[in-house]
């Protein structure tokens, strides 16, 4: 039997300059789509993937995350006293279902170094990364679908999408050996790049944010030199940690969307507005009434 996953990791302690100003005092894992915070829809899908003890690693101004998961006394006797029990329901139901832990970055200093900062939370067992930019309705949920994949080959898994090949410089890019067997979208890794140019990519296959890591990264993570910019990035940990054991990609099936940016942001608005019963048709109705010709309605 492979080691549980039982935490999930959950960065937070990025500037999110492409968000600026909306995130000079509002962290941009709040930023709502419909009527939850972004980050909100990664933990769900943690919990529902059967991990309910979530690290959220937090930075200066990131206040609003831990208020936001804690118990909010005033507001629930208010909710009672007015009976106003279904939103007193809503707002209780995610708190009854996770246990939460902050750790502090104090700087910074890229992805892998936040990873690393959870060392001691996370201790000597395997666990899951879910960077809340990415917001996948999947289902089964994606992080899920990867347990299944490391549940079956007890090692480390990135999900990935195919990504346009015009896209690659934006990514992590995989490098896979597709003579194996692993089960549909599943590979063996052969090599990393980071952000490559199109003509040196190795395939279109991008790491999108999703990760299921064994305790050994973080030696690797350790080990690995900061780049040009002075962040460690998570992505030169794994190749370090690819030269010493075998680590697998799995695509996801499901619809993700990159919240980190404005489009990306807007789409998955739009999208997850249209799933729900209550907002479903009128918001289809309004969308049709618009001229969408470009530049209509300056
Ligand atoms: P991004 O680069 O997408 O986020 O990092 P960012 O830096 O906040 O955003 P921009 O580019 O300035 O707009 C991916 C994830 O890693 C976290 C971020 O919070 C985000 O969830 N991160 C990044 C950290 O926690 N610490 C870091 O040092 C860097």
């Known amino acids: 039997m492979v080691a549980p996953i039982r935490k999930a990791v959950f960065p937070a302690a990025g500037l999110g300059t492409r968000f600026l100003p909306a995130t000079k005092a509002q962290p941009k894992e709040m930023l709502v789509l419909v009527d939850k915070p972004v980050i909100q829809y990664g933990v769900e899908e943690a919990a529902q993937s059967g991990v309910p003890n979530i690290i959220i690693v937090t930075g200066r101004g990131k206040n609003a995350i831990e ?14 006293q007015r009976g106003k029990t279904a939103q007193l329901e809503e707002i209780r139901k995610i708190a009854r279902a996770i246990n939460v832990a902050y750790v502090r970055q104090g700087e910074p200093l890229g992805l892998g170094h936040a990873v690393l900062v959870t060392k001691n939370l996370v201790g000597n067992e395997p666990f899951a990364v879910i960077l809340g930019d990415d917001v996948i309705d999947a289902n089964p949920p994606a992080l899920r ?87 460690i990035q998570l992505t030169d940990g794994l190749r370090r940690l690819l030269k010493e054991r075998p680590i697998y990609v799995c695509e996801i099936d499901g619809v993700r969307h990159d919240t980190g940016n404005k489009l990306g942001f807007l789409k998955a608005l739009v999208y997850f507005a249209l799933q729900r019963p209550e907002l479903a048709v009128p918001f289809r109705e309004y969308l049709e009434s618009l001229d969408l010709k470009i530049g209509a309605g300056r």
């Open 67 to 80: 208020d936001h998961f804690d118990v909010a006394v005033e507001l629930e006797s208010f909710l009672t």
């Open 145 to 231: 679908q990867m347990i299944d994949v490391y549940e079956r080959l007890d090692g480390p898994v990135l999900a990935v999408e195919r990504v346009p090949r015009e896209a690659v410089s934006s990514y992590g890019i995989v490098a896979f050996d597709d003579t194996e067997n692993l089960g549909k979208g599943v590979y063996r890794v052969k090599d990393l790049v980071e952000k490559p140019r199109v003509e040196d990519a190795p395939s279109n296959l991008a790491i999108i944010g999703r990760y299921i890591l064994t305790p050994d990264i973080f030696a690797a993570l350790e080990a690995t030199a900061s780049d040009r910019t002075g962040e």
